[in-house]
């Protein structure tokens, strides 16, 4: 089934997706003639490529993501640094859930890539099972390790027979998104599946 994806603040770059790859990416209004049978899905601000977080082993070996039910001792933010090391080394297990719940903050910032070298197999698996891409750390960094880096960087454009792999965020344009962050995130699809939807 045919599906068309279109934001309001950017429908000259709706897309529409058949099944884990793009059908065609253009206006919304010639994309919905050449395409009635499509369903349509309207999202608020901007649809792009979706991002590439290069932070994967820091994000989701070195961090600890608590589960909702340990939010009376550990809260409910990422802990890093030695607390993380504390929590990991004295119940190994944790490792793969951490990893897991990671992959989801990961994929509510529009996240569809990471990079890093992951040596854990826990990890390695949650990125597998989610769809993410793993690619290549770029040459530089942009500033340290977190969920939302900044400078946001971006995938290459979509293209007709490419992968079906977007985020959409609820800015006016792309200078908002990099002033506000991928906070602003609203749906995640991968693999033509809408993996992350904001409420």
Excluded at 2 to 20: I, N
Excluded at 80 to 89: D, P
Excluded at 112 to 118: D, M, N, S, T
Excluded at 127 to 143: E, I, M
């Amino acid at each position: 089934m045919l599906t068309l994806h279109v934001a309001e603040q950017s429908p000259e770059t709706a897309v529409v997706v058949d099944g884990a790859s793009v059908a065609a990416v253009g206006p919304y209004q010639e994309l919905a003639a050449a395409h009635p049978q499509a369903r349509v899905r309207r999202w608020p601000g901007i649809l792009t490529p979706g991002l590439l977080n290069p932070y994967g082993p820091e994000l989701l070996e070195a961090t600890y993501h608590p589960d909702p039910r340990e939010a009376d001792s550990l809260g409910t933010e990422p802990i890093r640094g030695e607390r993380a090391r504390e929590i990991l080394r004295g119940d190994p297990a944790r490792l793969g859930a951490s990893a897991r719940r990671g992959v989801q903050r990961m994929l509510a910032h529009g996240t569809v890539a990471v990079a890093g070298e992951l040596r854990s197999r826990a990890a390695a698996d949650a990125v597998r099972r989610a769809g993410l891409v793993t690619g290549q750390r770029p040459d530089r960094l942009p500033g340290p390790a977190a969920l939302s880096p900044t400078p946001l960087i971006l995938l290459p454009k979509l293209v007709p027979g490419g992968p079906a792999r977007f985020a959409v965020f609820d800015v006016a344009d792309r200078a908002e998104l990099v002033r506000r962050g991928a906070g602003t995130c609203v749906a995640t699809v991968i693999g033509g599946r809408l993996v992350y939807r904001g409420r």
